[in-house]
């Protein structure tokens, strides 16, 4: 089965993982295996990798392409499930642990997948292929709960415009395609303000989020994977906006805080330790690959490593 997908920042995560021959690594989003191939290729016979993927197609790509490599392990859920994934295989701790957070190139580029405002497919958007999907919001939500989500996940200036124009399309009849939605939104947005990028991309961005819970799984998930890391473990994210990063920095500013007692305070009191060093603060795709891949424009990785306490 073809899974195109062009594994973004693929040295800079992968090298700052630091892979230990025999360590045990996860690549918590797996797509087309990209990131793990890479992984396996510095570990020894001793390593081990796990692959997690809660897209079906994902989860089959990968089972066919190491297929046969006793070091690897594939496993179909969403990193929400960290905690239990480690639990049911035996694994107390790993050495390192990597999240490709962006939608594939294979699930924008599969018109059926719904997550393109370019091509006519069924709204869907759902990366697990389970569940509430892109439709279901769009008909569904009231015009403030609309509102809400564009605006706060969508960061759209125009988000009012959107929501009401989006309730009154389908007080008509109900908004069942990509297209559809992207003319609604189109539409609902100022001539002026069409023309640097497609009106329709911020209000999809907020709906995908939306359908599939991503910050709330993001911001929930993050210290289950810190905690169990081993002593001297990393634990390289890569986000591909702003709202994913800004979770993703203000949780690692909080594991490099020493102390926090007022300055004016003689001794330390709170007794706090950095818990981390932060090796990386937003590193940005090179030119060589955005000229390659220009999904990878809006990119950062960012890294910790856990201090042995």
Known sequence: MDFKHISVLLEESVNSLNIKPDGVYIDCTAGGGGHSAVILSHLGEGGRLICVDQDPTAVQVVTERFKGDDRVTVVHNN?????????????????????????????????????????????????????????????????????????????EKFSDRVARAIVKAREAKPIETTIELSDVVSNAIPAKFRRNAHPARKTFQAIRIEVNGELDVLKETLPVMFDRLNDEGVISIITFHSLEDKIVKDFFRTLKEGCVCPKDFPVCVCGRKPKAVVKSAGVKASEKELDDNNRSRSAKLRTAMKISQ
Do not use: C
């Open 79 to 155: 990193f929400s499930s960290f905690a239990q994934i480690l639990d049911e295989l035996g694994i107390e701790g790993v050495d390192g642990v990597v999240a490709d957070l962006g939608v594939s190139s294979h699930q924008l580029d599969t018109a059926e997948r719904g997550f393109s405002f370019h091509k006519d497919a069924p709204l869907d958007m759902r990366m697990s292929q389970a569940g509430k999907s892109a439709r279901d919001i769009v008909n569904t939500y009231s015009e403030k709960q609309l509102y809400t989500i564009i605006k706060a996940y969508g960061e």
